[in-house]
Each structure stands twice: as C-alpha cells, then as structure tokens.
C-alpha cells in the first residue's frame, strides 16, 4: 500500500518560516492536499491540488512538490498556527485516500 | 452555510454494532462524495470509507473492509456508517468530510466535528 512519510515534528520561532515535507513515491504524479489540526479541533484544508490555497486561508502558506517530496511552506509563523498538518493523497492503484502520519508544528 | 453534523456514536462493547449518522446542510449533497475519516486518541488521521454523490460507488479502508458499510440517503441529506464487529482499535473519534467532486476529487474542503466511537468491554 502507499505510504506518506512525514516529520513527526517541527519547531519554528515566531516571524520565520515553517518548511513540512511529506514523502511517497513517484508523488509527482500524484495530486497532494495539505490539512491543519488545532488541538481539540476538526482538520481544516489549506492546500489541495499541489499548490492551491481554499478562500480564507491566508497567503502565507503555500504548497510546492519536487522529486519525491511535497513540501508545506508557512511564512511569517504566527503562534496560531501552531497544529498538526497532514498531508494526503489519492491513490488510483488501490482506490485508497492516504494520509501522512501528521506533523506537529511548535512555534517556540 | 455548510454543516456537517455527526451523531451515534458511544461506547460499544466488542463485537458489537453502531451506527453512525452525518446530516449535512447548507449544500446540495447529492451532488458531493462524502467520506468517513477517523482518529485514534493521540494518533494520525486515518481514511474509513468514501462514496459518491450517486451511492453508486464506495471504497474502504483495509482495516475496516468487510466489517463497516458506508451508504447516503440524498433525500434525507444523510451519510451513514454502518460498523459491525467492533475492535478495540476501532475506538476513535469519527469525522464526516465533504469531497468536492460527485465522483470523488479525493480531498475533504469540509469536516464535522465528529463523533466519539468506544469499543470496551
């Protein structure tokens, strides 16, 4: 079965940038959508197809894909976003939605 | 407003059976796939089952193929799961989530709060 490797944590300080990753083979040819999960909350889209962002998520995160990595960019970390992020995919091989473990974002 | 709206869910011991509802509002939900994702305490998120706008289609995770079933009634704007022979490790907390597409664009642009499912004896 397919498999999304990702960070189980990442810590930023306030105002620098948050880089996440998310591994799976040959996930180029796969389209990867980004979730957010603040404690006691349900996940939220903030990526979906790669690099497009749902209206009301701000700017400063953005989603690019290279190799046999997508990455999760957030700018100008706030305190807010502090959360998990999961990354996932569609698999066409065995009709399964994948998730990555799920990467707990610190900002110190 | 899109809502998403769980319900059914309890402690259960194992073996046993639950039903899940989702009442969805604020859409068109015939026209939506809908998806069941759940979450361990303390753990990832993990895919359950997903169907299409038409209910003609519906896949399932592997740890749960066999013993859960995932239907929708569009007249009644409801999602359902049906879990039978329940684990321990089915103990979860149980989202509903929108997909985009009727057919499936395969990513969830809204969630429920979700519903505490607990398997003990």
């Known amino acids: 079965s397919y498999v999304l490797t990702q960070p189980p944590s990442v810590s930023v300080a306030p105002g620098n940038t948050a880089t996440i990753a998310c591994g799976g083979n040959?996930?180029?040819?796969?389209?990867v959508h980004w979730y957010q999960q603040r404690p006691g909350q349900a996940p939220v889209l903030v990526i979906f197809y790669d690099t497009d962002r749902p209206s009301g998520v701000p700017e400063r995160f953005s989603g690019s894909k290279s190799g046999n990595t997508a990455t999760l960019t957030i700018s100008r970390v706030e305190a807010g976003d502090a959360a998990d992020y999961y990354c996932?995919?569609?698999?066409?091989?065995?009709?399964?939605?994948?998730f990555g473990g799920g990467t707990n974002l610190a900002v110190l | 407003e899109v809502q998403l709206l769980e319900s059914g869910g309890g402690l259960v011991q194992p073996g046993g059976s639950l039903r899940l509802s989702c009442a969805a509002s604020g859409f068109t939900f015939s026209t939506y796939a809908m998806t069941w994702v759940r979450q361990a305490p303390g753990k990832g998120l993990e895919w359950v089952s997903v169907i299409r706008g038409s209910g003609s289609v519906t896949y399932y995770g592997d740890s749960v193929k066999g013993r859960f079933s995932i239907s929708r009634d569009n007249s009644e704007n409801t999602l359902y799961l049906q879990m039978n022979s329940l684990r321990v490790e089915d103990t979860a907390v149980y989202y509903c989530?929108?997909?985009?597409?009727?057919?499936?664009?395969?990513?969830?642009?809204?969630w429920g709060q979700g519903t505490l499912v607990t398997v003990s004896s």
């Open positions: 996932q995919v569609w698999d066409d091989t065995s009709n399964h939605v994948v």
């Open positions: 040959n996930i180029r040819h796969k389209n």
């Open positions: 989530a929108r997909d985009p597409g009727s057919a499936g664009l395969y990513h969830f642009d809204y």
